[in-house]
């Protein structure tokens, strides 16, 4: 007779800092933990998350050019985590942004590859690549 086991998914907390980078106009949004569906609204109230990918100028601040994901901190990202970096990718692109995706493990670049993202958003292997790019 087989046994059966079932895997159960570890969450963990999820959130974003948003911080300024280098160049003015650079605005870096740093991920942390698992960004998946399930993650992302139980640590962040739904219009947070919004209000943070939104990018609009805190005062004082010049409008952002370049936003650049810091993704270094995020282990695993699933199908829903990816279509929200998609449709920011096209809020960025409305507004006259680059976006850019930076530090990505190797498990969230499979994601992108396996879903040829990798091809329509733009990657840099860090942080510091991305804001000389």
């Known amino acids: 007779m087989a046994t059966l086991s079932w895997q159960t ?4 907390p999820f959130s974003i ?9 650079t605005v870096i949004l740093s991920f942390r933990g698992p960004f998946t569906l399930r993650d992302a609204y139980s640590s962040l109230p739904t219009m947070t998350l ?21 993704l270094t901190a995020c ?10 970096i998609v449709s920011h990718m096209v809020h ?3 507004k006259g942004m680059k976006m850019i995706a930076a530090g ?4 969230v670049r499979e994601v992108f590859k396996l879903t040829r993202v990798d091809a329509v958003v733009p990657i840099a292997a860090s942080v ?3 804001e000389a790019s």
């Open 75 to 84: 282990p695993y990202m699933d199908s829903s985590g990816l279509g929200i």
């Open 50 to 70: 919004k209000q943070v990918l939104e990018l609009e100028p805190a005062p004082g601040e010049d409008p952002p050019v370049k936003n650049i994901l810091d």
């Open 9 to 12: 998914w570890n969450s963990g």
């Open 92 to 94: 960025c692109n409305k």
């Open 104 to 107: 990505m493990t190797p498990r």
């Open 128 to 130: 510091e690549e991305a």
């Open 17 to 25: 800092e948003r911080k300024p980078g280098k160049a003015p106009g």
